[in-house]
């Protein structure tokens, strides 16, 4: 990408959240994800990699680089399983990862959620704070599972999922049915 005018290249800040990439807290984490920013090098990437722990274990994160950046973050969060209280703690987490980047120095120019339901939800409330866009890849077995699962949530996933600015399903069929539980997108 460049610019018209000028003719030199577009450079995004780009903030992704996921719960799917491999950091010093689980490699074992599939490497979709990791590879998917890996190939996006033209742009800075600072991934904050989510992991779940159980509760009394606040929020901790730890640094890591790899092929898609240098300055990305580990961070274990507290939350029961199951979703129980899910917008609380994820609007915890989604706090404390805004004062993390700020005290880092970093604003991004998009946030990319790797999925609309966990990720979204803290990925709308950074990029509202940051005043950017959101960016959505749709997972469409998580995804589904926890929008059937969280049926009384499904307002606040349609505000997501209409106020992205861009969507990307992984796959048609994911669409079809996230269309079918919270309307087509415009």
């Known amino acids: 990408l460049k610019r018209k005018k000028t003719g030199t290249p577009l450079y995004m800040r780009i903030l ?3 719960a799917d990439y491999p950091d010093p807290l689980d490699q074992r984490k599939p490497k979709a994800i990791s590879n998917l920013v890996a190939l996006a090098g033209a742009h800075q990437h600072r991934v904050i990699s989510i992991n779940r722990m159980g509760l009394g274990t606040g929020i901790h994160a730890i640094d890591f680089a790899d092929a898609g950046g240098s300055s990305h973050r580990a961070v274990a969060y507290e939350a029961p399983p199951k ?22 120095g970093f604003v991004p120019d998009l946030i990319h959620a790797h999925k609309l339901t966990v990720e979204g939800t803290v990925g709308m409330q950074l990029a509202e704070s940051f005043g950017v866009p959101l960016a959505l890849s749709i997972q469409g077995n998580t995804d589904l599972k926890i929008l059937k699962a969280k049926f009384n949530l ?22 079809k049915e996230i269309d079918g539980l919270l309307g087509a997108r415009a």
């Open 83 to 104: 979703g129980i209280l899910f917008k609380k703690y994820l609007g915890n987490l989604a706090r404390w990862l805004l004062e993390d980047c700020r005290k880092a």
């Open 154 to 175: 499904r307002g606040h996933f349609r505000q997501i999922w209409h106020g992205a600015a861009v969507a990307f399903p992984f796959a048609v069929w994911a669409q």
């Open 16 to 18: 992704h959240i996921s």
